[in-house]
């Protein structure tokens, strides 16, 4: 079964001879039955019609509306499909240690793992304050991650990854942006700033995909349940931070596509983004989502693709009560 993305501007979704056709300024771009489908995710000005959406709902076929930075906006179903059985196995999912446990241990590994590809590339890029002891910890660290006896020693690692990671960063972020290491209530600096308006997108995202699936975006396997806090999607967020928040901050601060001196303010005892730099660092991060890469079966996919394969996949694991989750790594 495959998940149809409506992504690409002006882009239709219209029923030909029985079957889905996408199409674009007279041009056909794909044509599937609706059989094939598990599901439709609709982003930046697509449209469908009312024929394709008759379809869509007779089949049981699920319809998730994104905006262009992908905050979730709804979702069009019909009687015939619901999340019902998903939410149960995540529900009772969650409440089993062991398989917990597991499912943490990936998203943790994943995400020491791209702090790592993060720092081999700006230490190969001449960032000498990376060393390649702090290098070969981080592998270390990533692999205690990995094969955690218990979620507090799954925490220790990643409080150890977390802080050799914020170190490197601070010898790459420019001293105009004034980063001596990760500090958020309130930030204490236009880097930190940065980060936390950055890492606030990443969760609206994320939400976006788990929401698509099906998932509750709230209840999580490693971040503990909490009135208001989106736990889930704050699990499957650690293995995104490092290659597209973090990324897009670090991109920011080196190229100074965001200036230290116009677009922060101080207030309430911080640093904050004050309009024009919130504008810039949107733009950057919608770029970000926007690009291509290469993924583990040959074929390329943006950030945003990506993300949302991964939640499809944890909704697989949760649905066949398999912990084996692969994380989404970069080389």
């Excluded at 179903?77 to 529900?91: E, F, G, H, K, T």
């Excluded at 398989?99 to 700006?122: D, E, H, P, W």
């Excluded at 993300?307 to 989750?325: R, T, V």
């Amino acid at each position: 079964m495959a998940v149809l993305y409506l992504d690409e501007y002006g882009a239709c979704l219209r029923v030909v001879d029985g079957l889905l056709s996408v199409e674009k300024d007279d041009n056909v771009l794909s044509k599937l039955r609706a059989q094939e489908v598990e599901s439709v995710i609709v982003q930046n000005n697509c449209n469908l019609t009312s024929a394709a959406i008759s379809l869509l709902l007779r089949e049981g076929v699920p319809v998730s509306f994104l905006s262009p930075s992908g905050e979730y906006l709804g979702r069009l179903d019909s009687p015939v499909n619901n999340n019902l059985p998903l939410r149960r196995a995540q529900y009772s999912l969650s409440a089993d240690a062991v398989f917990s446990l597991a499912l943490a241990r990936r998203f943790v590994a994943g995400k020491l793992a791209n702090m790592r590809t993060i720092m081999m590339r700006y230490a190969r890029n001449g960032v000498n304050a990376i060393t390649a002891n702090d290098i070969a910890s981080m592998k270390l660290i990533a692999r205690t991650a990995g094969g955690a006896d218990d979620l507090g020693q799954l925490l220790g690692a990643e409080g150890a990854g977390t802080r050799l990671y914020f170190k490197a960063l601070a010898a790459i972020i420019p001293p105009a942006f004034g980063f001596n290491g990760r500090e958020r209530r309130p930030p204490t600096d236009p880097a930190n700033a940065m980060l936390s308006f950055c890492y606030a997108m990443l969760e609206t995202s994320v939400e976006g995909a788990l929401c698509a699936t099906g998932l509750d975006p709230c209840c999580g396997f490693y971040h503990q349940d909490r009135w208001g806090r989106q736990s889930l999607a704050l699990d499957l967020m650690e293995e995104m931070r490092p290659v597209i928040a973090d990324s897009v901050v670090l991109n920011s601060c080196i190229r100074r596509f965001v200036a230290p001196d116009k677009d922060f303010e101080e207030r309430d005892g911080g640093v904050f983004l004050n309009e024009s730099g919130r504008e810039k660092l949107f733009r950057a991060f919608r770029s970000r989502l926007s690009t291509n890469i290469d993924m583990p079966d040959g074929a390329k996919h943006t950030y945003h693709r990506a993300m949302i394969a991964q939640a499809y996949m944890l909704a697989e694991c949760i649905k066949n009560k398999d912990y084996k989750y692969q994380p989404f790594l970069v080389k």
